[in-house]
């Protein structure tokens, strides 16, 4: 049963499940119920005419105020290069204009695409991408790849495939891959090396850790052994949700893998290469740096080693900002340290910002 593109339904008690059985059979309709019953807050959902809940593959799109901008990110995932079977899950995390919604519902209606679209109204970027994931996991109990892209990046052509054979030849926990951008101020190409930017790694093999969910593979076991909620609400307006999930994944023994040729672009607006920004951007990251360790650190001892290198990354960062100075040759990049130590010392006295709030977002 096809949805019209404005439909708007609520996943609420047996009228959902009912829906659920008529448009996708029992077993589906049985995913539908545990849904139901976790995911009370989501509503007003848009589905693909057909839904094979059997796919072993499904990608996330976490969505807020970019409605334009989404109609490329799924033009790009329904122009991959692969004979593997997907399904996409968009969560609209706009409660109140919604307007990522029509935009999906027209390419799931259409055929373009299969999948579904829910609203998760309480607004925040750890709530829209625990939705995304908790949705995907029980409505399609045959997947076992869970990948990820935001709402302003484009997949390239192979992307999926790439993703898929590296995690399959490599058996690892966690695939990420890198993301380039593209400015929209074509002056800022220079941007590309800044530390804000630039992708963590330039080859492919195991790595470590993975710093960030915007093109990633995570097994289905991963979601299990890690816990619910996925992504830490505490980091839900800071941001860093996915950085502190991968470094727990990391402590619990997951391992990682980087797929450097899986290329996803990401868009980057002119606001976004201001000095400003940028400076609210490194402010973040040691927050982040700083919250994602004191989480690990459990004792007393381990709580006063960190404060102790935070304090010790402020001088420490003059070092590393003279370093990228001399490689670099640009100002804006050089202090990017400076402030990331800046923005670890002040989040270990409780001030940083919160660049995830409605309030503060800018499109």
Not at 204 to 212: D, M, T
Not at 316 to 322: C, D, K, M
Request: aromatic share 8%; glycine share 8%.
């Amino acid at each position: 049963m096809s949805k019209e593109p404005n439909s708007r339904h609520d996943f609420v008690g047996s009228a959902a499940e009912a829906e659920a059985a008529a448009t996708f059979g029992t077993a589906a309709s049985s995913s539908m119920s545990a849904f139901v019953t976790a995911q009370v807050s989501l509503e007003r959902v848009a589905v693909s005419a057909s839904l094979d809940v059997s796919v072993e593959t499904v990608i996330c799109i976490p969505c807020f105020r970019r409605p334009q901008h989404l109609r490329l990110t799924l033009d790009s995932l329904a122009a991959q290069r692969t004979e593997r079977r997907f399904a996409v899950v968009i969560v609209e995390n706009d409660g109140a204009v919604r307007g990522s919604v029509p935009v999906a519902a027209g390419y799931l209606t259409s055929g373009k695409i299969q999948g579904l679209c829910v609203v998760e109204p309480r607004q925040g970027n750890c709530h829209a991408i625990n939705a995304a994931f908790e949705t995907a996991l029980l409505m399609f109990p045959a997947a076992v790849n869970f990948l990820m892209i935001d709402d302003d990046e484009i997949a390239s052509p192979d992307w999926l495939e790439l993703m898929l054979r590296a995690a399959k030849a490599t058996a690892a926990d966690i695939v990420g891959g890198p993301v380039l951008q593209n400015f929209d101020d074509g002056m800022q190409r220079g941007l590309h090396r800044h530390p804000a930017f630039r992708p963590a790694y330039d080859l492919s093999g195991p790595v470590p850790v993975i710093y960030g969910c915007g093109n990633c593979l995570i097994r289905r076991p991963v979601f299990a052994r890690v816990g619910t909620p996925a992504f830490d609400l505490r980091f839900n307006f800071l941001g860093g949700g996915d950085t502190d999930f991968f470094y727990r994944c990391r402590r619990i023994g997951m391992n990682f893998h980087w797929a450097e040729e899986a290329v996803i672009t990401e868009t980057v607006p002119a606001g976004r290469t201001h000095p400003g920004w940028l400076a609210v951007r490194a402010l973040r990251i040691g927050a982040i740096n700083y919250h994602v360790q004191r989480k690990g650190a459990q004792s007393l001892w381990s709580r006063t080693r960190l404060v102790a290198k935070m304090l010790a990354l402020l001088p420490l960062s003059l070092v590393f900002a003279l370093r990228l100075l001399f490689a670099e040759h640009k100002a804006l990049i050089a202090v990017h340290p400076v402030i990331v130590a800046v923005g670890s010392a002040l989040a270990a006295i409780g001030i940083e910002p919160q660049p995830y709030k409605a309030s503060k977002i800018t499109t």
